[in-house]
């Protein structure tokens, strides 16, 4: 058996995170559920003489709290696999990549890809990024590595709550920027959206 490939590292990686994030999605759409019938996972059934409560639908209620409860269930396993294969990740990176990175001057790297948006008081935002910057490099991560844009969702999870060096050309100038991936009251853990150049 051959030694995965850092892009099938990455891609497996990013199936996680995917399969996390519909997990996710799941147990919010039955949180919804409970609140629309004005309990939580923990409140009585039953009224004060032991009868089923009138004003919920028990059955709902109870499917939804067990299928929450496996789901948390399935959430903490997918986690630590991501975690796992985060780590995958970088080891490979490391293997794969190193004199690339060191041997490109900054002057001389392709973008990467172009921010489009940068949402108020995000983490991005923090940093100073700036519509239309160029990231050259993001972390360890620049355009000469294959499915180099593919591997940012997976560095970002990785680095959550720890800095990150971004490099990026802002109106024919480099700019070095630190950004610090974490969740604010927005999506994702930068508040921006970076796409593809």
């Known amino acids: 058996m051959t030694k995965p ?8 990686a990013q199936k996680l995170i995917g399969r996390k994030e519909a997990l996710e999605r799941e147990i919010t759409e039955l949180q919804d559920v409970l609140r629309t019938q004005g ?3 923990t409140e009585s059934l039953t009224d004060s003489e032991g009868f089923p409560r009138a004003d919920v639908d028990v059955y709902a209620v109870r499917n939804a ?3 929450i409860i496996q789901l948390r269930n399935d959430h903490t396993g997918i986690m630590k696999e991501i975690e796992t294969a985060l780590h995958q990740v970088h080891a490979q990176a490391k293997v794969e990549a190193p004199s ?6 900054d002057e001389d790297l392709l973008p990467l890809a172009k921010v489009n948006a940068v949402a108020p008081d995000s983490p991005a935002a923090e940093a100073d990024f700036r519509r239309n910057d160029l990231v050259l490099r993001f972390g360890d991560i620049d355009a000469q590595r294959i499915n180099s844009l593919t591997a940012l969702p997976a560095l970002v999870a990785a680095n959550e709550n720890r ?11 480099l700019v070095r920027l630190t950004v610090t991936p974490h969740k604010w009251s927005g999506q994702g853990l930068l508040g921006c959206h970076i796409v593809p150049v």
Do not use: F, I, K
Request: net charge positive; hydrophobic share 40%.
């Open 100 to 105: 690339a990175v060191e041997t490109t001057r």
């Open 39 to 41: 309990v939580g996972m």
């Open 5 to 12: 490939t850092y892009a099938e590292l990455v891609e497996n």
């Open 163 to 173: 800095p990150l060096r971004v490099l990026v050309r802002r109106e024919e100038r």
């Open 65 to 67: 709290r067990v299928r």
